[in-house]
């Protein structure tokens, strides 16, 4: 089994994906961990890898390749990122594609929570961050990422709990 799981910044994929991971017993590769490696072999940070990424397509490629590779080659995995999903439909692979949608206030919300820096900062740096994201995913793969059309399940998860969307994924995944 394989599972594809995307979403925006703030969405719940990391805690889902964990909730799941433990679950189904199945191994869990997360591109933002891929990417806080990447930008810690290049002496920076997340902010500053992204910087990187708008000047030089190599950075986006690097984990891109990466997580397709995976993609291809790993059973009984969960991949998460924002662009694995549309990856393997690009590359016709037979994995379960699933996205979280959630309102931007909603995801900045949680990022506070987390992280606990200053709502309208967190708000601009994550809006700034997802346009340069979204721009970039269109001009290398020609990918709109607000386009959900390819994926097998797009979950609200501004409406239900993790441990709900973890039981109503299981559920899909029976069907």
Not at 64 to 79: C, F, H, Q, S
Not at 144 to 152: A, Q
Not at 161 to 166: C, K, M, N
């Amino acid at each position: 089994m394989k599972i594809t799981i995307g979403g925006l910044p703030g969405s719940g994929t990391s805690t889902v994906a964990k909730q799941l991971t433990r679950k189904l017993k199945l191994q869990h590769i997360d591109a933002g961990d891929i990417w806080d490696e990447m930008a810690a072999a290049r002496n920076t940070d997340v902010t500053g890898l992204n910087l990187l990424g708008e000047s030089d397509p190599s950075i986006d490629k690097e984990l891109d390749e990466r997580m397709l590779e995976y993609a291809k080659t790993k059973d009984n995995v969960i991949l998460e990122g924002r662009l694995i999903g549309w990856l393997s439909h690009q590359n016709k692979l037979d994995n379960f594609k699933i996205w979280f949608d959630c309102p931007l206030e909603t995801r900045v919300q949680r990022v506070k929570k987390r992280e606990g820096d200053n709502l309208t900062e967190i708000k601009a740096d994550t809006i700034k961050r997802e346009n340069s994201e979204a721009k970039r995913y269109k001009e290398y793969y020609d990918i709109d990422i607000k386009d959900l059309s390819i994926y097998d399940l797009v979950v609200d998860s501004s409406v239900k709990t993790p441990p709900e969307i973890v039981e109503f994924v299981l559920q899909k995944l029976d069907q």
